[in-house]
């Protein structure tokens, strides 16, 4: 069995008496995508916040075995953990190369942080093109590219991906996920949440749909792009 990269269990978060995840479980094994798909209000998007350290949680999160409740959100990402949030979250009055010197502050090994710079820009060609600009002034497709980037400065194993595909034009959606699938193949763990079943699903190695708190069904992604009940409720089928 592969290793497990990240582990949730029992998990739930709530607001107030409003429980938006409710106990759920599900492994991610080290190098492969897993997703997570489901309607608005599904609970995604709280699942990722909580297991960055920035809502609370009840349960079990642990990352390689080391467990995560009560850790701060910047000692989660010296662990080797990092979140894209939905909406991209980039700062856009600091320029591209601003953006991306704030996703390594945690470290300190300066000379490797050059090393990761310079091999994201390789993989990420269109922002060394626009190191000066200031983020604000990118196209939504190049702030989805920078957000990703300023995660993996980090030097993230494992990458939380929130709605990559919001608000992105079809082409753009798919020089995304082509970025992602890089990413993956050179080594780091995805936990993707998505709307647009279709390319997640076609993504990942495995997946959950996530209804109301609760998942509903799970299975590799092959699977579930097969599964009728997904077709009908997600794919338009």
Excluded: C
Aim: aromatic fraction near 4%; glycine fraction near 10%.
């Amino acid at each position: 069995m592969s290793e497990i990269a990240l582990s949730v269990e029992n998990f739930s978060v709530s607001y107030g008496d409003i429980h938006a995840v409710k106990g759920i479980s599900f492994d991610v094994r080290k190098g492969e995508i897993f997703t997570l798909i489901g309607a608005n209000g599904a609970g995604k998007t709280s699942t990722l916040r909580a297991i960055s350290g920035l809502l609370r949680f009840g349960g079990s999160v642990r990352l390689g075995g080391k467990e995560l409740r009560g850790i701060a959100p910047d000692k989660i990402v010296a662990l080797g953990l990092a979140q894209v949030p939905e909406g991209r979250g980039i700062f856009g009055n600091l320029t591209v190369m601003e953006n991306l010197r704030i996703g390594a502050w945690i470290r300190k090994d300066h000379k490797a942080v050059a090393e990761d710079l310079e091999q994201i820009l390789t993989t990420l060609p269109r922002l060394r093109e626009r190191l000066s600009q200031p983020a604000g002034t990118l196209s939504g497709g190049e702030q989805q590219m920078l957000a990703v980037a300023r995660a993996l400065m980090s030097r993230a194993s494992t990458l939380l991906l929130d709605e990559p595909s919001m608000g992105l034009a079809p082409m753009l959606v798919k020089e995304i996920y082509n970025v992602v699938r890089e990413i993956n193949k050179a080594g780091v763990t995805v936990l993707l949440v998505e709307q647009n079943a279709n390319i997640a699903l076609r993504l990942a190695h495995r997946a959950a749909v996530l209804e109301t708190g609760t998942i509903t069904l799970s299975g590799s992604g092959a699977e579930l792009l097969q599964n009728p009940r997904v077709q009908e409720a997600y794919l338009g089928a």
